[in-house]
């Protein structure tokens, strides 16, 4: 499958798709790690509609780690989304699992490589609390990433980075780039992407 990651609008997601994007992955600007992402509602729509009538997917991520506060606008977005048949939505946060499970009970999970997945312990945890894909931390190696997929439950989907941003320390829990840059990935997508050479 060829997935692009969607930053703009619904313009990019159609050249995407005439490029050959089997899906689109893309963010909402207050509840993904990518707030500054320019994918409005209005272009996710389209987005969506678009991919649909010509048989493409969309990935929708709400992916933040969430405080209690933020679980009001979670649960509205988790049915519009449902509304809209997105075709997965990518979460990190057990919290959000669950308003998903609720909210937005027609969507598949997708459990984000912000959640650290790296057994396949936790792919059997994410499994039995609804997700039918994770994608795996991306700080695995080969003989990881293999016996994971030896012992995952045999119906859950597995993705992988193979290029992109490797941040000092686990995927979604860099505290330097807030330290030294005054920008948290942790909450509000805006890393950085700080690193150390040695």
């Known amino acids: 499958m060829n997935y692009w990651r969607l930053r703009g609008s619904f313009e990019k997601a159609k050249v995407a798709f005439l490029y050959g994007a089997d899906a689109v992955y893309c963010g909402t600007p207050k509840l993904s790690l990518r ?21 493409k997917k969309v990935y929708v991520a709400i992916n933040i780690f969430a405080w209690d506060e933020t679980y009001e606008e979670i649960k509205e977005q988790a049915k519009m989304l449902n509304d809209l048949k ?50 795996l931390g991306r700080e695995l190696n080969k003989k990881q990433i293999q016996e994971i997929m030896e012992h995952k439950p045999k ?43 040695f």
């Open 155 to 197: 119906d859950l989907s597995i993705e992988m980075f193979v290029h992109g941003a490797l941040c000092f320390g686990y995927s979604g829990r860099c505290f330097l780039s807030e330290f030294l840059a005054n920008r948290s990935r942790k909450f509000g997508g805006l890393c950085a992407n700080v690193s150390l050479g």
């Open 35 to 55: 707030s500054r992402s320019e994918v409005t509602e209005d272009d996710l729509v389209k987005t969506v509609e678009y991919a649909h009538s010509i048989s």
């Open 86 to 135: 997105v075709d997965g939505i990518i979460v990190s946060d057990g919290g959000v699992v669950d308003v998903i499970k609720q909210y937005a009970p027609d969507c598949e999970i997708h459990i984000s490589t912000q959640a650290n997945t790296v057994s396949y312990h936790t792919c059997d945890f994410w499994h039995k609390n609804g997700a039918k894909r994770v994608i």
